[in-house]
Each structure stands twice: as C-alpha cells, then as structure tokens.
C-alpha cells in the first residue's frame, strides 16, 4: 500500500473523514490504486475514514 499516493489523492479529492464509494473507484482508476488498498487505508487512518454508499463486498 502507497500511503503517501493515497493521501495525495484523498486531499485531491477533499476527502477527510468520509469517503463515498463512487470517489474510492475514482481514486483506484486514476491512481493504480487497489480498491482493498483504499479500504485497509480507511480502516487503519487515524481517526478512521468511513466508507459511504459502499457496493456490497467491494471493501472490508
């Protein structure tokens, strides 16, 4: 996992503490980010980054 590319792309995005699931398959396009490296980098921000509107099994 590229923290520092997510980062990058959540701030692009304005994301900070909530993340819709349209915006997460953005990011994962645009970036060559992984949909479960988006995931595991909202599960584990500090505070936690709440996945919104989320497709069923797409993030854990």
């Not at 909530?18 to 995931?39: L, N, S, T, V």
Request: net charge negative; glycine share 4%; charged share 35%.
């Amino acid at each position: 996992m590229d923290k520092q590319l997510i980062e990058e792309a959540f701030t692009e995005f304005g994301i900070t503490n909530e993340i819709r699931c349209e915006q997460a398959f953005e990011i994962c396009e645009k970036y060559d980010i992984k949909k479960f490296d988006i995931a595991r980098y909202c599960n584990t921000h500090d505070p936690k980054i709440k996945i919104r509107g989320c497709q069923l099994g797409c993030f854990r």
